[in-house]
């Protein structure tokens, strides 16, 4: 994934849970784990 993938997402709401320390966005690892998890081919979607 691109910066600007990532800042398209954050735009849109789509994508892995993030948050910003000042200017700087900051993803936990936890969160991106658990968002490709979710996000893989063939994963069971709700």
């Known amino acids: 994934m691109t910066k600007g993938?990532?800042?398209m997402w954050r735009y849109e709401h789509k994508g892995p849970k993030y948050f910003?320390?000042?200017?700087?966005?900051?993803?936990?690892?936890?969160?991106?784990?658990?968002?490709?998890?979710?996000?893989?081919?063939g994963a069971e979607q709700d």
């Open 20 to 41: 910003k320390l000042g200017r700087k966005v900051v993803y936990a690892l936890d969160e991106l784990e658990e968002w490709l998890a979710a996000s893989a081919a």
């Open 5 to 7: 993938t990532l800042a």
